[in-house]
């Protein structure tokens, strides 16, 4: 009778236990995606800032490839003026990534998950154009 009781006991405990773990596990989770969506994000933005400008320093020809990774959840990503701005949607609302640059920048970003490599090249005017393939 002892031995039945104890194996419910620790059935009980371990029902007790998981029942606590799960949220936790679950948090825990969701804060580690998020924070890789924001740190890609973000990475993503300073890398293109960072070429565009070293290309725009060197002048009208010059051109350079960047290789980026867009996380799930991006509501724009684009360039206007001296400005790349990505907005990205997460579980508790909407974070915005911009930078400015010294160039001038046309063209266009991709707007949806996964790796791209990124050209930029700086046109005869002195504008830096983006274009990416995946």
């Known amino acids: 009778m002892k031995k039945g009781q104890i194996s419910t006991e620790y059935i ?11 949220p936790i596990i679950y948090f ?7 924070t890789t969506r924001f740190n890609n994000a973000d990475l993503a933005v300073k890398l293109i800032r960072e070429a565009a400008d070293r290309v725009y ?6 051109k350079e490839t960047v290789s980026i990774t867009i996380p799930s959840g991006v509501n724009k990503f684009e360039v206007f003026n001296k400005e790349i701005s990505l907005q990205l949607q997460y ?3 909407k974070s915005d990534f911009s930078l400015i640059t010294n ?3 046309t063209g ?12 930029l090249l700086v ?3 002195g504008v830096v154009s983006l274009s990416y393939a995946s």
Do not use: E
Not at 28 to 34: E, G, L, M, P, S
Not at 109 to 114: E, F, I, R
């Open 91 to 93: 579980h508790g609302g």
């Open 103 to 105: 160039a001038n920048l």
């Open 108 to 119: 266009s970003l991709p707007q949806t998950s996964g790796t791209y490599t990124i050209s």
């Open 12 to 22: 009980v405990i371990l029902g007790m236990v998981i029942f606590v773990l799960i």
């Open 28 to 34: 825990a989770t969701q804060t580690t995606t998020d």
């Open 123 to 125: 046109l005869d005017n």
């Open 57 to 62: 320093a060197l002048g009208p020809g010059n």
